[in-house]
Every structure is written in C-alpha cells, then in structure tokens.
C-alpha cells in the first residue's frame, strides 16, 4: 500500500470517527477533510475548492431557496390542507394517504422541508382523529424519505451521482430515471407499514413535546394555563362581543381560539360575537373561573330585597373639579374618592370632550364636571373639602334623568364555601373589571355602604352591585360558566399559518418602561394579546394590563402573524423568534408555483441544466417579492452546502490514490464472479449500513467512484451501479441520526431510538430485496 493511499484511509478513518461520534459538527468535520486532502497534497487547489463551484452544490442551496419561496407564499400550508379529510377515517387510511401525499410531495420539494411542511397538518390530523401523533409522525417521515429519491433532483444522493455521471463523462440520469424504482419501493414501504409497521408503533403521547411549543411552554407552563370553556343555551353572553364579555378584564382569561360547529377560530377580536354553544379556548389560571362558578362561589337574589335600602340610603350629587384642586392629574383610582370619602363617580362630562366613556384612564382636570353618589353624611363631607366646587344635590327629576344603566341593581350572596370569602373587593374583581360599583354590603344586622375597596368579604354577605342593565347581564352569564376540559396538547393546537405565538422584548431603546399595557391600548395598537409577562425569572399572568413594564420583561404575545410583524418593525419592541413574525405572502402564492413549475418543466425538458435552473428560479424568487434577500440566506441549510462542498475533493482523492480500484477490486473479489445481482447487493448493503450513520452526502462522494471503478473492471453498467449507491443512500430509515426528517418528528412523537429501529430495520431489507430484483431488469447490467 502506497503512502499516499494509507494517509487518504487514516483521513477517512478519522473522518469516520468524527461523523459517528458526533463530537464536531457534520459541516466542521468536512472541512477539516478538504483541509486536510489539500495540506498532503493528495488533491490539488483546484481540486480542493471545486466543490464550492460544483454544479451539485449549486441545486442543493438554490433548491432550499425554491422551498422556502413556496413556504413563504403560503403553498405548502395549502398543500397540506388535503389530509383534513380524511380526519374521519381508518388508521390504514390514515397512514396510506398520508405516506402517499409525503412522498409525492417529496418528489418536488426538499424532503426535510416537506416533513416540516406536514408536521403542524399531521398533528391536527391526530388531534381531529382522536389517535396519539405517535401513531402518524413515523409514517409522515418515512414517507418522506421513501419518495424523496423521486426524481434526479429532489434528493442530494440523486443530484451527486448524475453530477458524477456527467463529470465522468457518462450520460448522466434524466429526471424521471429514478421513478420507477422509487415507486416500486414507496408501494413496498406503504403496503409494510399497513400490514406489520403499524403494529411496531408505539402508541405513546405523554412524552411528546409540542414541537415549536416546546421552549416556550416549558418556560411559561403554557399547557397548565390553557383550558375550555362552553357557553351554554341561553346563556347572557350570547350575542355579545369578547370585549363585552369580560373574559379579559374580569377573570385575566384570554381567549385563544373558538370552536364553532366543528370549525376552530384562532385569534378572535374583541368585537367577535359570542354564541351559543361555542367552546372558548382560554388562557389564564382556571381559579379566576371558579370564583364565579354558579354552585360554588355566588347566588344570585331578586333586586327587590334591596331597591328600598338603596333609595334610603344612596344620594346623588354633581361637582365640578376646582382650581388648584389636589384631585387635578389624578385619575379616579389614585383619587382617593372611594377609597378616602366613600363617593362613588357615575359619570364625568369635560368642558371640551363632553361625557367621558373611559372613567379609568382620564386624568382630572379643572372644570370636569361629576356626578357622584353616597350617603348624605360622605356627600355633605365632600363639599366642605375644598378640592371641589359647586356641588349640591340632585333633583328627584334629575335623579330619574340618570340612565339607569348606571344604576341598575344585583343582589349576589357569598355563600359558604366561596372561594371570595376572605378576599377584599378589589380581589373580587367584581368592581371595575365588570364595570359595576359594590354599593353596599349586607352583613347580618350590619349594613355597609360604599364599602372600602379593602373590605374583607364574609361567607354570608349580600352584595349589592349596581351598574348597567348589560353588565349585570354579563356577570350573570360569567356565572354558568366552568371548565369543561383542560388538556397536556392543547397549546399545539393553536398556531397556524397566519396565527402565532412568541416571545418579545423591550429594546433598549424603549420609551415605554413604566407605562402599563392600559394606558398604552397595547390589544387596540397592535391586535395581538399579551398572555404572560416574564419577570425575574417567573411568568405573570394576572393584572397585566396594570403592571408598569420593566426593562428585562419578556412578553409573550398571540396573534395573527401580520400584527406580530408590525411589533417587529416597532423601536420599542425586540422580537425573538422572526419566524414566528412573518406573515405568508399569500398575494405572491401563484408566482411561486409558476416559478418553480418552470424550473421542473425546464429541467425535465433538458432546456438548461438543473442547477442553472434552480438558480434562475432561485433568483426569480427574491425579485418577485415571494423572498426576502436575507430570508433566502436564513433558508439555506449551510452546514449542508458546506459538507458536500467539502466532501467531494475527497472523491477527486480515492481516484488519484487509485484507492476506488482497491475498494473495486475488493467487491469484485467478493462478489464478482457471482453476478451483476450480487454486485448490487453487496455494493447496495456496504453504502445502506454507513448512511445509517455517516451523513448521505459524504457516504454517497465516497461510494461514486468506487461503483464506477467497480463498473468498469467488470465491465457493467456503470448507470446501474450508480443508481444503486443512490437508492441505498436514500434508504436511512433505521436510527432518528440518520435523516434530519426522523429528528424533526422524534420529540412530537415522543419517539425513542429503539422505535426507529423497530420500523426501520424490516423497511431497509424490503428496500434491499426490491433493489436487488428491480434494478437489474429495469437497468441492464450489459447493455
């Protein structure tokens, strides 16, 4: 063995440790290969960098470009809208149609970009058939997988080898050489997994993760905080808007989706109307429900009981704010007026605005006019303050002037047992979120009017709320509410291709530090909901529109993802997840099809070569707006494009050492003289057990020559030889290492190692044995 032949196998060698192990990177460890061939000389400089030229390389990034075009326009969400209906039927049917759809789609877009295209479809496909993801993420990736060898293009084996073909000068493979065979194989695999794969699945869900839930919702505990909710016959809040409802202000609950007759509506406004019957997913704590859950916590009395009391011991007045008044730049919270003279305001009028709807976030000025009520003894105290002016009494026709939505009354009884006993009115949230005023309270012999905000509840109490006719009607409809399920996978339900969920900063640079999500109408601004706010290493989920922002705080925000996109543009705002921020340009939807149609068509034709069509349609894509320039870098799998671009000087190596003649003489000794069959297969077994756990590419420029050398001696077709390093190549559906599609489904799967094996191993040997008995008729060894 010559010099140069043993330090190109102790390359290999350690190159082959590395990749097994997993110490270095894929891409880091080609490069210490190229690094290494040019250093001893055992390729030129030339040689050395041609792989960063190489056509092969070319096609493989403009074809992450092609995907990520067709991705952004929104096609591959439409493409995977088709398995919905079969939702309803039989597991087989299930599995069939989806490993059919995978695999065709495979024919035509990078396989991992169509296991990710199909992985948010078939986690609804599960979700809607009632089956754990366990049972269909497995089938979705080896369908994957099994097609993706379609076509001379859609796999990286397939581009490498016909590159080799054209580079030895050989007739390369057209694009449609390797349907038959691949057809043969993906009905194999299908009719495998319906007769004896399925029953190798686990059926597991507990240890599945929520794919791109997963760092979120660990951090947020985001499937502990959403739950559902139905709204039943009859209920008040039929007909009613979300912002009316009170769900938001009354118990911190927001609501995430609704499901309508069997359809899910993500990311409801606040003007969406409510119905009857409609099941409301929510996020927040379910403690804020059960407080006004019907059997447990309110009874509701006749406002009779108390309409005398309240006309006895409630009056009405009107003040207007003075000059110098120390209620100027306050609002009615910070005021004191409750809280320090037991008056409650009904209405404020401005000298230049006339009635203010939003009492909670106008600042007093001087001339603001108000009118209030209390007992006589806190109204007389009042007007001897000072801080007001012109202040007296209303009429009896004035008093019946006053809307009565402002007046209207509710007797509620704490019962034993409640979980309000013990808490104070603000606690209750049974004041200004609902827009009503505890008037009074009712206690044994004791009655208290215009009760302090820090009154303490008692099991007992009648509490006299009084506000609109509507108000009253909505917390009755808040009280028939209760939790109807609450469920571990619900959360990966709720992102769709225009919804989304993610994380966002204040920037350095914000003027917003210290103003609360209130006072800046952060859901009217930007049409998103904040759920949770992350503070010093804990998640806030109640009181958020009241708490000051901080620097440091993360908000976490859902919505529709055209909304999340202008939070991005926002100075004030840091997203961290762009993806989850990025709208689909759905106006571009149909360029994008014509684009890559006429890169398929083109190539098919033979009009210009694949990678010079990939490229121009790479290229169209950016100028037709379906792209960004910098979304283009981002879809580009580099450490991918680098491994290959590294890898292939290593080919241009074995032949300069004539080390392919050795590993040729070598199969030839074995198997030569048995036939081309046994050629195929001992060839087709040596390259399917490494692409189990050397990356394809590398495996598939270290096996052309020597398939090609192998030809040659024996005097074969070159082109049947060369198809089989392809196919063998492909066929990694033994370990999750082995194909980034088998990582992509392992944590939604709640996948382990063995699993894999398990499928795997039998699909491998049926790959094997099609292989064997198809090739040679369909690519004559001696032609």
């Known amino acids: 063995m010559g010099l140069e032949i043993f330090i190109l196998l102790a390359i290999v060698t350690a190159a082959f440790v590395l990749f097994i192990g997993g110490w270095l990177r894929v891409d880091l460890v080609g490069l210490m290969v190229l690094s290494a061939l040019a250093l001893t000389g055992l390729v030129t400089p030339q040689e050395a960098l041609a792989g960063f030229s190489s056509p092969a390389v070319v096609t493989v990034w403009a074809l992450f470009i092609l995907s990520a075009g067709l991705t952004r326009t929104g096609i591959a969400h439409q493409l995977g809208q088709p398995l919905q209906r079969f939702a309803r039927g039989s597991e087989i049917t299930l599995m069939i149609v989806l490993m059919v759809f995978a695999s065709l789609l495979s024919a035509l877009i990078n396989t991992v970009t169509v296991a990710a295209i199909l992985l948010p479809s078939t986690m609804e496909l599960a979700r809607r058939s009632g089956r754990s993801p366990s049972r269909l993420l497995m089938p979705l990736a080896l369908g994957c997988l099994l097609g993706g060898p379609f076509t001379s293009i859609s796999t990286p084996p397939n581009i490498l080898v016909t590159d080799a073909l054209r580079n030895a000068g050989l007739e390369p493979f057209a694009i449609f050489d390797f349907t038959p065979i691949t057809a043969a194989i993906v009905l194999g695999g299908i009719f495998f997994m319906v007769v004896a794969g399925r029953h190798l699945l686990p059926d597991r869900s ?185 202040f007296r009494f209303l009429t009896e026709d004035e008093v019946k002037a006053v809307p009565q939505d402002r007046i209207g009354l509710l007797p509620v009884r704490v019962p034993q047992g409640s979980v309000l006993a013990g808490h104070d009115l603000i606690e209750s949230r049974l004041g200004n979120a609902f827009g009503l005023t505890v008037a009074g309270i009712l206690r044994k012999q004791e009655q208290i009017w215009m009760p302090s905000p820090h009154e303490k509840i008692q099991a007992g109490d009648l509490l006299v709320l009084q506000g609109s006719s509507r108000d009253l009607a909505v917390l009755e409809g808040l009280h028939d509410l209760e939790i109807t399920k609450q469920s571990a996978r619900m959360s990966a339900e709720l992102e769709s291709q225009q919804i989304g969920v993610t994380e966002v900063l204040l920037s350095p640079r914000t003027t917003l530090a210290g103003r609360t999500l209130a006072s800046l109408m952060f859901r009217e601004r930007y049409g998103i909901s904040v759920l949770a706010i992350w503070r010093k290493g804990r998640a806030f989920r109640t009181g958020l529109q009241d708490m000051p922002l901080q620097f440091g705080d993360a908000l976490l925000v859902y919505g529709q993802r055209r909304n999340l996109e202008a939070l991005a543009r926002d100075p004030d705002f840091l997203v961290l997840d762009e993806t989850a921020a990025q709208a689909p340009r759905l106006e571009k939807a149909r360029i994008a099809v014509a684009i890559m149609l006429a890169v398929i068509l083109g190539a098919i034709l033979g009009l210009v070569p694949i990678a010079i069509a990939a490229l121009a349609g790479a290229t169209l894509m950016v100028l037709a707006g379906c792209l960004s320039m910098e979304e283009a870098y981002r879809a580009i799998e580099w450490k991918v494009v680098f491994l290959i671009a590294a890898m292939l000087p290593l080919g241009a190596a074995i032949e300069n050492t004539g080390t392919a003649q050795m590993g040729a003489s070598a199969l030839i000794t074995a198997v030569g003289d048995m036939g081309p069959r046994w050629v195929v297969f001992a060839l087709f077994t040596v390259t399917v057990l490494a692409t189990q756990i050397i990356p394809t590419a590398a495996l598939v420029v270290l096996m052309t020559p020597v398939a090609l050398s192998t030809a040659g001696t024996l005097g074969i077709s070159p082109h049947l030889l060369m198809m089989t390093v392809a196919i063998s190549a492909s066929s990694s559906f033994a370990s999750p290492l082995s194909h980034p599609a088998h990582l992509l489904v392992m944590g939604p799967g709640g996948y382990r190692f063995m699993d894999y094996v398990k499928v795997g191993v039998p699909i491998t040997i049926l790959s094997l044995l099609i292989s064997v008995g198809l090739l040679p008729i369909l690519w004559p060894p001696y032609p």
């Open 206 to 390: 507990e240890d599945a993760d929520s794919g791109s839930h997963k760092a979120l919702g660990t951090s947020y505990q985001l499937d502990t905080h959403i739950f559902t909710t139905r709204i039943p016959k009859g209920s008040a809040l039929n007909g009613r808007t979300l912002t009316e409802s009170r769900l938001g202000s009354a118990l911190y609950l927001t609501v995430l989706a609704i499901q309508r007759k069997g359809v899910l509506i993500l990311a409801p406004g606040p003007n969406h109307v409510l119905e009857s019957e409609d099941i409301l997913i929510v996020h927040g704590s379910p403690d804020h429900l059960q407080r006004l859950h019907a059997s447990q916590h309110l009874d509701l009395a006749s406002p009779d009981l108390v309409q005398n009391l309240v006309s006895d011991h409630l009056h009405l007045a009107e003040a207007i704010v003075a000059e110098g008044s120390s209620l100027v730049g306050t609002t009615l919270a910070d005021s004191g007026l409750r809280r320090k003279h037991g008056i409650h305001v009904l209405a404020l009028h401005t000298p230049d605005q006339g009635e203010i709807k939003a009492l909670r976030y106008h600042r007093l000025a001087p001339g603001d006019r108000l009118t209030v009520q209390g007992d006589n003894t806190c109204l007389e105290a009042l007007s001897g303050e000072g801080f007001i002016t012109d």
